[in-house]
């Protein structure tokens, strides 16, 4: 991992640059003991960012229109190509695959402002509703066959099925840094919960968001 002390010093620019501190927990759905994970995540003025785990990192680099995966235990890198920009409504519904129709809408929240750890901050809440499964086409109607009767059964009570449950993210954004603080997901496979501590509102060392030193590089 590259150290938060590897910058220089710039004229801040209109993007802040930052280095967070990153612990997320990870709480999956049945009662089973949640899982801790640190990373660190930096963002330069040009909005290069940078995600970094204990064995690998991500580098996501808009100007120049690429990804770079690196793996640090095989000391490896892959470079990937960003998809062009597509014109998503500002909604965030993307569209089913097949064509067959589009996904509920998502619906914003504004939380307001708040206080976390001595950092203004600012909240929003997404939820975007479970997406219906397609309907199959019905079958064509068979001639029915004669049957025995059947013998007389007890009514039996059933509970009726639960409303599949939404996907909701909560964001609490750093207001001088832009940059997340608090980010929670809750959905039907369980709960994460993200906290990141900022570090330093340098601008990073261009070296952060290269390809390091000695690492062979693998086609995508």
């Not at 990870?26 to 909005?47: D, F, K």
């Not at 086409?137 to 007890?154: A, E, G, V």
Request: contains cysteine.
């Amino acid at each position: 991992m590259i150290d938060c002390g590897a910058v220089r010093q710039m004229d801040r620019p209109p993007t802040p640059p930052s280095c967070s501190e990153c612990a997320t927990k990870s709480e999956a759905p049945g009662g089973s003991p949640p899982t801790q994970s640190s990373s660190r995540m930096w963002r330069s003025s040009s909005g290069k960012m940078r995600i970094d785990t204990p064995s690998a990192s991500i580098i996501s680099s808009p100007p120049d229109q690429r990804t770079i995966l690196l793996d640090h235990l095989k000391k490896e890198a892959m470079v990937v190509p960003m998809p062009p920009a597509t014109g998503t409504a500002p909604s965030g519904s993307p569209k089913t695959p097949g064509g067959v129709g589009s996904a509920p809408p998502m619906q914003v929240q504004d939380l307001g402002k708040s206080t976390i750890e001595g950092h203004e901050v600012e909240g929003k809440r997404y939820v975007l509703p479970a997406a219906q499964k397609p309907q199959m086409p019905s079958m064509p109607k068979m001639p029915k066959l004669p049957q025995m009767p059947k013998p007389p059964q007890s009514p039996q009570a059933t509970a009726p099925p639960k409303p599949p449950q939404p996907t909701v993210t909560e964001v609490w954004t750093s207001v001088k840094l832009k940059t997340p603080v608090l980010t929670k997901v809750t959905s039907a496979l369980g709960s994460q919960t993200t906290y990141c501590k900022p570090t330093s509102s340098e601008e990073p060392h261009p070296s952060t968001f290269e390809i390091p030193t000695g690492y062979k590089l693998k086609s995508s």
